[in-house]
């Protein structure tokens, strides 16, 4: 046990500050040095030195004190709260359970206890001087109050300075507007049933060593703030994100940043892990997933990793992953972005790079650079991160620079990047540019590709600049057209009719109206096919 969990230690402590004895406070403090990072329930201990009058103490160790940048908070007093409340009097209503009381504010309660200009016989004229005067004062000490503290709206939230502070208001159901004031490292195990609150985290960082997700649901707000999740081992038996599993709220302005090795040991269902959400019901915008995963499924069960949801019903805007995270799987699907997307991403870039293994025959690997299925709409985004993909065994190998599967419509979007693929005899390849298997009915439209293939000249392999394989005739606006793998002369073609850039390289190839590259420009460079305004 720590010192500072000792009770008796603790109240030495306590009887030192009360008595102002400087010695036996020295004592403590040599002890551990800790002792000058505790807080009292509310009160700072800073704040507590001021209380109790302990003027040798804050002459000698105030500095200390006011350097140190994280609290040990530990219970409150009793006789603290008392004297607290003889000293505030009516202003005891602007310090709530979940205020903290700093150096400040018993600076401002104690100028306000004292007689401003001593006990004298005052003069109309004198009175008519020295009443503004108080009134100031006290106006000042007021206005301090409030905005030290807040009123919990979105123009004067609460303030959050400490970690009991946060896990008070996390778990209390409430819908008011709250501010970090600090840093904040939240201790293992942290996780809260449902968040209600909007929180915005004033550019601070909240640490998290936790294999805990930090919300099973957010319904709240979350903005302006990172979460730092270190460095993880965690096993995986159903579904897990770092911050929520179902968010129904908003999240916005996020930074996660992770390492994390995962193990999978589920027996049955679908798995989906994400940075952010399992499942998003809401809003993620402005946000940023930076992450070393390594996710080892132990079983051939369906199992997704991915960067923002695993399940999007929601919306996903201007959000992207940073370079150079890497999401390494075995047995495994990845994507940037969401796994399955049921509503809309817009305006969002992996830049992550995605390296999948698998050795089952019963393992089919689906990679893509946005989502590996889409039944809603993905529209503005572009994969810049590469593509690895290597199977021992017999089987099917869907892989899109932006999706995987398209059942749903995809539009302005765009891929900048390598697709590596190794596998054996008699295996499946189906390898596009944007789409890797195209559903009649989706559409696909103004989308473009600069990439190169690179996978082995074997059967059974597809692959075209947009779109590897579709059964159906496929319409991108007024061109129907059907992908196969031919070997090309390495030019590099743009469909003038349907705005969009195609780079042919070793396997790709894009077929038009039945026509190798029927009605579109050709070039030489690829800086030929970015000069065109089809390019975006």
């Known amino acids: 046990m720590h010192i500072l969990e000792d009770d008796i230690f603790k109240h030495q402590v306590l009887t030192a500050i009360c008595k102002d004895d400087c010695l036996a406070f020295s004592k403590y403090v040599d002890k551990s040095r800790r002792v000058l990072s505790l807080q009292f329930g509310r009160f700072t201990l800073i704040a507590l030195l001021y209380l109790f009058n302990a003027k040798k103490i804050i002459r000698n160790y105030q500095d200390d004190i006011l350097r140190v940048k994280d609290t040990t908070l530990v219970e409150e007093p009793a006789e603290s709260y008392k004297r607290f409340k003889e000293i505030a009097g009516t202003s005891l209503r602007h310090f709530g359970a979940e205020s903290t009381v700093t150096k400040q504010d018993m600076i401002n309660l104690l100028s306000l206890n004292q007689k401003p200009l001593g006990v004298l016989k005052i003069s109309l004229l004198y009175t008519a001087a020295v009443v503004p005067l108080i009134f100031a004062i006290v106006f000042c000490f ?124 589920y027996s049955e269902g679908e798995v989906y892990v994400a940075g952010f959400a399992a499942e998003n019901n809401g809003d993620i915008e402005n946000s940023i997933f930076h992450g ?174 947009i779109i590897g394989i579709t059964h159906a005739t496929y319409s991108i606006e007024f061109s129907t057209w059907f992908i196969h793998l031919v070997l090309s002369n390495n030019f590099y073609y743009a469909n003038t009719a349907n705005g969009i850039a195609i780079l042919h390289d070793d396997f790709g190839a894009l077929y038009i109206g039945g026509n190798m590259a029927g009605g579109a420009e050709k070039k030489n460079t690829e800086d030929g096919i970015r000069e065109l305004s089809l390019y975006f």
Request: with cysteine.
């Open 142 to 265: 007021f206005a301090s109050t409030i905005n030290s503290f807040g009123t919990g709206t979105l123009q004067n939230p609460y303030k959050v300075y400490n970690a009991v502070q946060f896990y008070n208001i996390a778990q209390s159901n409430t819908t008011k507007h709250y501010v970090l004031t600090k840093n904040l490292t939240l201790p293992q195990g942290f996780n809260v049933e449902e968040f209600s609150a909007n929180l915005n985290g004033g550019g601070k960082t909240i640490t998290i060593n936790s294999t805990t997700t930090f919300a099973n649901k957010i319904t709240g707000s979350i903005s302006h703030i990172t979460f730092a999740f270190g460095n993880l081992e965690k096993e995986i038996f159903k579904d897990f994100a770092f911050l929520t599993l179902q968010n129904d709220g908003t999240i916005k302005d996020v930074a996660i940043t992770v390492t994390a090795q995962l193990v999978g040991n």
């Open 292 to 465: 070393s995963i390594n996710f080892i499924s132990n079983t051939t069960n369906d199992a997704f990793f991915t960067g923002f949801a695993g399940v999007n019903n929601g919306n996903i805007t201007n959000s992207k992953t940073l370079a150079p995270s890497t999401f390494s799987t075995v047995h495994v699907d990845i994507a940037g972005i969401a796994i399955i997307n049921n509503g809309v991403i817009s305006g969002c870039t992996n830049n992550a790079f995605l390296s999948q293994t698998a050795s089952s025959n019963f393992w089919f690997p689906n990679a893509a650079g946005i989502a590996t299925e889409n039944n809603g709409v993905i529209k503005q985004s572009k994969n810049l991160g590469d593509i690895f993909i290597e199977s021992s065994a017999i089987c099917e190998i869907y892989i899109g620079g932006v999706v995987a599967f398209n059942y749903g419509e995809i539009d302005n979007c765009g891929n900048e990047s390598n697709i590596q693929v190794e596998h054996i005899e008699n295996t499946y390849v189906f390898l596009g540019g944007v789409v890797g298997y195209a559903i009649s009915g989706s559409t696909v439209k103004n989308c473009f590709t600069i990439m190169q293939f690179d996978f082995e000249d074997k059967p059974r392999a597809y692959s075209g600049g």
